[in-house]
Structure formats: C-alpha cells, structure tokens
T-cell receptor
Framework: KNQVEQSPQSLIILEGKNCTLQ??????????LRWYKQDTGRGPVSLTI?????NTKSNGRYTATLDADTKQSSLHITASQLSDSASYIC?????????????FGRGTQLTVWP | EADIYQTPRYLVIGTGKKITLECSQT?????MYWYQQDPGMELHLIHY???????EKGDLSSESTVSRIRTEHFPLTLESARPSHTSQYLC??????????????????FGPGTRLTVL
C-alpha cells in the first residue's frame, strides 16, 4: 500500500532555532516529492520539489533532502521565524506523467514561539 | 500567490440544505481538483477535472457532485448537507512542470479553502 508517513506529528521550537521534519514513503513507482507549507485556514503552498536524481533542494531558509534508496526525505528549517508556524506536508507523486497521482502525508504542525 | 479563489471561506448551515462551494482560477489551467481535509489528517481527493465537460471521482467516496462548464470554474455541490460533511474543502488547479529528460508532472496551486460546518 502506497503511504506517506511524517514525523513528528507536532513540534514546538523557539524563534531563531533550527528544526528538521521527516518524511518516509512507500510510494512506488516514484516520480517526485514535494514539501508544502499550509498556514492555518489556508491552502498548501509548494516549497520544494525533488525528483529521483536530486539529493537536496533549497528555498531560502528551507532545505529539503531526499534519499531515494531508503525512501526518506527531510525538511530543514534554519533560523526559524514566527511566520514559519504552519503545517508542513510531504507529498509524493507516482509515475512521471501528468496522470500520476499524489499521496499526501498528514503533516507536521510546527509552532514557533518568541 | 496563486490566482485561485474559493467562496465562501466559512459556511455554517443546517442539515438537509443544498449548498454550492465555488472555485475559480484565472491561470487558464485545464486541470482542477477538489480535496477534503479534516484537522490533522491528510488531504483526500474527492473530484477532479481534466478540462471542460470532464469530471471524475477521486479516491475518497463523496456524496458531492461537481461540474466544469467553463475552464475557470469548478463548483462543488452538496444536494442535502449532513453533519458528516463537516470538513475543510480545498480546490486546486495545476499546470505541467518539466522535470527534464522528457518527463513532466503537475504542480498544484491551492485555493484558501472553505470551512464547512453542518449542524
């Protein structure tokens, strides 16, 4: 069964600290993996996308890594800000065509305290 | 920010009412989607459309229906709302994204969502 598991379920950190969120998946075949940020009451917004051949992708203070062999990904947030408080969702796509379907994780709820 | 809009943002209605959730996008995307999301849970695809007059059911069984008469609009209708329909409904549209090596995928842009509460 194709699944996407994220950990931790929730995380609280102090402003300015770094954190790492984890995503494990069993989706096969694998096309690409995305990290989305979803603010409370808003729709998800794409942060990064990585294909099989990419190990890391950065977007400002967000750095995603991918190990396609172990089917693991992480999202590292550097120097956290209050605006980073949100749910971070890992999404894996199978196949490479536009007909590929998406598998969503339940997200990690990050709270950044001042 | 993506040009995809949903109305209303919040809706509280009584059981048995008919409701329509609106979704519109100005990006000219052919593909559009409806997802249902409960707190702390993953998004579930309930409907999608690959273009005008094309609609398909998604992975999660839903009593809602959709229509796609115009490219820009993808409304979702519940003929008789029940408390079990209480959830957040997210609309999305997508465009092709090149991954190189003749491979493409979709990148989805989400609307802000409609929070529906059925009493």
């Amino acid at each position: 069964k194709n699944q996407v598991e994220q950990s931790p379920q929730s995380l609280i950190i102090l402003e300015g600290k770094n954190c790492t969120l984890q995503c494990n998946y069993t989706v096969s075949p694998f096309s690409n993996l995305r990290w989305y940020k979803q603010d409370t009451g808003r729709g998800p917004v794409s942060l990064t996308i990585m294909t099989f051949s990419e190990n890391t992708k950065s977007n400002g203070r967000y750095t995603a890594t991918l190990d396609a062999d172990t089917k693991q990904s992480s999202l590292h947030i550097t120097a956290s800000q209050l605006s980073d408080s949100a749910s971070y969702i890992c999404v894996v796509s199978d196949r490479g065509s536009t007909l590929g379907r998406l598998y969503f994780g339940r997200g990690t709820q990050l709270t950044v305290w001042p | 920010e993506a040009d995809i809009y949903q109305t209303p943002r919040y809706l509280v209605i009584g059981t048995g009412k008919k409701i329509t959730l609106e979704c519109s996008q100005t990006m000219g995307h052919d593909k559009m989607y409806w997802y249902q999301q409960d707190p702390g849970m993953e998004l579930h695809l309930i409907h999608y459309s690959y273009g005008v007059n094309s609609t398909e059911k998604g992975d999660l069984s839903s009593e809602s229906t959709v229509s796609r008469i115009r490219t820009e609009h993808f409304p979702l209708t519940l003929e008789s709302a029940r408390p079990s329909h209480t959830s957040q409904y997210l609309c999305a549209s997508s465009e092709n994204l090149s991954l190189g090596q003749q491979r493409t995928t979709d990148t989805q842009y989400f609307g802000p969502g409609t929070r529906l509460t059925v009493l």
